[in-house]
């Protein structure tokens, strides 16, 4: 199977990260975002993540100029219409997807891969709106997507062998990335485990046992995770993560899903994380611990 051009919808935080990623992997890139201000925009931050990797050594100014002249910026769903795959990367909303999925069915071949890179939603429910829900399949990327090397590959209840085969090819063989197979379930693996630690952390600072730095540091130190449960969650977004629990409080109905009232409060004053410059921490222009 031969893919040369993915069409990404969204170009938030997740979709700059997989159209980067893409373009540096060879592929042509249609990114999709309806403003062309957000869009401006998030071509802007692209490049500004390419010459971080430059101040690192790890990336040419030549590579740079390459993997930016992969990316095109489109304004309509319609222009995805010769992409091989389509990847959704839009807001954790229901009804949101669903419109843009029933409006890419209409303009994609029925042999193009519809993917959603949603980590709660059922893709079964998103493939019903359309009219070929065998070639709808989750494709999870996690943040953050360059360095991180796992994609979950989530069948709906319709999703073909077929869809799926070539979901895994691409993953595996195109992108580089080990894919691991789910079935669709609210948080799939790595949201629901990931979102529980947090939530445990932010009772465990709640009751005063010890500070968000020193819970950091014991589980960073401890056991060798790359970032704490704060600076983890700062980093994905504490109003993800908040609505990512309350998805899953709500699937589940079990105790252990109820976020954390500390979150809800953080997240109503706006302490988003690293894209608000300040969370359960305080954050440069570039992301980095100020």
Not at 80 to 85: A, S, T, V, Y
Not at 123 to 151: D, S
Not at 203 to 219: F, P
Request: with cysteine.
């Amino acid at each position: 199977m031969t893919i040369r051009k993915v069409g990404v919808v969204g170009a938030g935080t997740m979709g700059q990260g997989i159209a980067e990623m893409l373009a540096f992997k060879g592929l042509d890139v249609e990114l999709v975002e309806r403003s062309p201000e957000q869009a401006q925009l998030s071509l802007q931050h692209i490049a500004h993540s390419l010459d971080k990797q430059i101040e690192k050594w790890a990336l040419t100014q030549a590579e740079k100029k390459l993997v930016l002249s992969r990316i095109k910026s489109v304004d309509t769903l319609s222009g995805l219409e010769d992409c091989e795959i389509v990847i959704e990367t839009i807001t954790e909303d229901l009804d949101m997807k669903k419109a843009i999925f029933a409006e890419l069915d209409r303009y994609c071949g029925p042999e193009v891969i519809l993917a959603s890179n949603t980590s709660t939603l059922s893709l079964t429910e998103l493939a019903g709106v359309t009219g070929h829900p065998e070639r709808v399949i989750g494709m999870h990327f996690v943040y953050p997507v360059i360095k991180t090397n796992l994609v979950e590959i989530v069948r709906g209840l319709k999703t073909s062998d077929t869809t799926f085969g070539r979901t895994k090819h691409f993953i595996e063989q195109v992108i580089e990335k080990k894919g691991v197979m789910v079935f669709e379930s609210p948080g799939f693996v790595t949201t629901r485990l990931i979102c529980l630690f947090i939530n445990e952390a932010l009772h465990v600072l709640e009751e005063g046992v010890a500070s968000a730095e020193d819970i950091d540091s014991a589980m960073r130190i401890g056991y060798s995770f790359q970032h704490g449960p704060f600076e983890m969650a700062d980093r994905f977004g504490l109003d993800a993560v908040l609505a990512a629990l309350e998805r899953m409080f709500r699937e589940y109905g079990e105790l252990k899903y109820r976020p954390s009232i500390v979150l809800k409060k953080m997240v109503r004053a706006g302490h988003l994380g690293v894209k608000s410059g300040v969370g359960f921490f305080k954050y440069d222009k570039d992301g980095d611990r100020a």
